[in-house]
């Protein structure tokens, strides 16, 4: 006879409840993702308008980061919480490791000095959707095979939802009360951005290698866990390899000759039409849909941080000439006096 008991034999084994399952999955990981890609933002909102605050000829652009709609920017979060979801694990790993040699690739051949400054700045804006793959990627490899890996993603989303939050408030207080608190020397927050909103970049760099780190060895993993045998795994890698090479010269080009938005919207057609081809000769049907998804997904976050790449692309920015010798700082050494000699 049936008893309450056995419900819990039979229930995890119906194939509904394992897609299910799997479908919240993927759900909170790519909240997860969205909340990391939400923490780099809201701070990287708060070094340019600190930049923007610290000198009165940038009050327009001060007022064009002030003015930011909660609405929209949870409406721009939500719908990239969704493309992250959505996206496949196959993809997410291969963006991952693109913009990884992307970066690297860069980060070599940048020079000491205010264009460094600028660059990195780039890479940070640029690097929000890879950012939210490489953490779906790298919850997906720690989680994968765990028993209550339900429960540890929720855990997981707690805490990222946490520290989205606590920089979100932070923006809000800066663009709100910065100006006040820093005349003032009232707040500590405001003056430890006052005087330390110049290592902010280091300390993100810092935070996103770590983040993408974790993301390429999970993107590895997640990808070989496909082939049976080494020469697939051979045949797979090596076009990959060429592609990714041939893509990453063809986009530094670009990006020297176009440095604007509409530069930036170029090289994400590229990179997707680069991959696309790929994958045509080596994928699969469904890693196809996956890769206009995080076309989709790209162009969502490139309108989500359009203002703070034009201030970017702006040579005179506060923020970059700070990281120069400012002539307040370097003093010019007072001229020797001349010695007087007593009369021989």
Not at 74 to 79: C, K
Not at 121 to 146: I, V
Not at 226 to 247: G, H, K
Not at 284 to 291: H, K, M, Q, T, V
Request: with cysteine; proline share 5%.
């Amino acid at each position: 006879m049936f008893s309450l008991p056995d419900l819990p034999s039979w229930l995890p084994g119906l194939p509904s409840l394992e897609w299910g399952s799997s479908l919240l999955d993927c759900l909170l990981r790519g909240l997860v993702g969205a909340c990391g890609v939400s923490v780099l933002s809201n701070l990287l909102r708060v070094y340019f308008f600190v930049g923007c605050a610290n000198d009165p000829e940038w009050r327009l652009q001060m007022d064009r980061l002030r003015a930011q709609w909660s609405l929209l920017e949870t409406l721009h979060l939500a719908g990239l919480a969704l493309l992250l979801a959505v996206v496949g694990v196959r993809v997410a790993a291969l963006v991952v490791l693109e913009f990884s040699l992307r970066a690297v690739s860069t980060l070599l051949t940048l020079s000491k000095g205010s264009q460094d400054t600028q660059e990195r700045l780039r890479l940070f804006l640029l690097c929000q959707y890879s950012l939210g793959c490489g953490l779906s990627c790298g919850l997906s490899f720690l989680q994968e095979g765990a028993p209550h890996r339900t429960l540890n993603l929720l855990l997981s989303l707690g805490l990222a939802a946490l520290l989205a939050s606590a920089a979100r408030r932070l923006r809000h207080h800066v663009c709100r009360l910065y100006e006040l608190h820093s005349g003032q020397r009232s707040c500590g927050v405001c003056l430890g951005l006052l005087a330390g909103a110049r290592g902010l970049p280091r300390l993100l760099g810092r935070a996103l290698a770590v983040a993408f780190a974790v993301g390429d060895v999970a993107a590895v993993a997640l990808i070989n866990r496909d082939f049976l045998t080494t020469s697939e795994a051979v045949r797979f890698w090596t076009p990959l390899s060429i592609c990714y090479t041939l893509l990453v010269i063809h986009m530094q080009e670009e990006q020297r000759q176009n440095p604007g938005m509409r530069g930036q919207v170029q090289t994400v057609l590229v990179r997707m039409g680069g991959l696309f081809v790929l994958l045509l000769t080596v994928g699969r049907w469904l890693d196809l849909l996956g890769l206009l998804i995080s076309l989709l997904a790209e162009l969502w976050c490139l309108v989500g941080v359009r203002t703070l790449l034009d201030l970017c692309h702006m040579q005179d920015f506060p923020s970059q000439r700070q990281s120069r010798s400012s002539p307040s700082q370097t003093q010019p050494p007072a001229p020797a006096q001349p010695r007087e000699t007593a009369p021989s």
